[in-house]
């Protein structure tokens, strides 16, 4: 089936750096959706990507929907302590639902 | 708008016992909600879908007799544990979207049920 793997798995920095972390697909995708999960919570969406190529953004975020259409990438721009949480990255799944990538589990130090 | 909320938040119970989790959508009505499990330190996976006054349609190796699902109206789903077991302990998590594929999916804050 399909599989979304994420990288890398964990991230430690200081605060004020920039954060990549990517997510690769075994399909093609026509949509890709990046989510925030903080602790004991439920994911909150984050980027909707809809074509090869979009690049889109969010205050200190930003995502890309890659060429390929078989990956994708998030970038945080000057990382604050509140942005620590897991990252994930989904996309359709088939008919009307969604599966969800391994996630990045992300960790930002003062 | 678009809140999800979740019932209980936390719940612990013994083994065999059953136990029910709600799904509600605060300020709109979903056509569509979801249950997702999450282990600890893994990914959400897909558990189930239902429609409003349809059968649930579960993904392949989720019992559909023990994760008993109802989803009697637009704002409201609910997940029945039965027959508890400690390997049920897990985070579930609902989503509800209120338009066909493609509208956005809003999730609940996720309710953690641990069986002791």
């Known amino acids: 089936g399909q599989q979304l793997n994420q990288s890398p798995q964990s991230m430690f920095i200081q605060e004020g750096e920039d954060v990549s972390m990517n997510c690769t697909s075994s399909?093609?995708?026509?949509?890709w959706l990046w989510y925030k999960q903080d602790p004991g919570e439920g994911p909150v969406l984050l980027i909707a990507?809809?074509?090869?190529?979009e690049l889109t953004s969010n205050g200190r975020l930003t995502a890309q929907f890659g060429i390929t259409r078989k990956d994708s990438f998030l970038n945080i721009s000057a990382s604050i302590p509140s942005d620590v949480g897991i990252y994930f990255c989904?996309?359709?799944?088939?008919?009307?639902?969604?599966?969800f990538g391994t996630g990045t589990r992300l960790q930002v130090f003062p | 708008g678009a809140v999800v909320s979740q019932h209980p938040s936390r719940v612990i119970c013994k083994s065999g016992t059953s136990v029910k989790i709600e799904c509600r959508s605060l300020d709109f009505q979903a056509t569509t909600m979801f249950w997702y499990r999450q282990f600890p330190k893994q990914s959400l996976m897909l558990m189930a879908t239902s429609n409003e006054g349809s059968k649930a349609t579960y993904e392949q190796g989720v019992e559909k007799d023990k994760f008993l699902i109802n989803h009697a109206s637009l704002t409201l789903s609910t997940l029945t544990v039965t027959s508890a077991h400690p390997e049920d302990s897990s985070f579930y998590i609902c989503s509800a979207r209120q338009g066909a594929w493609g509208s956005e999916q809003y999730f609940g804050p996720g309710t953690r049920l641990t069986v002791t």
């Open positions: 990507l809809y074509k090869a190529g």
């Open positions: 399909s093609i995708f026509n949509t």
């Open positions: 989904a996309g359709p799944g088939g008919t009307d639902k969604l599966i």
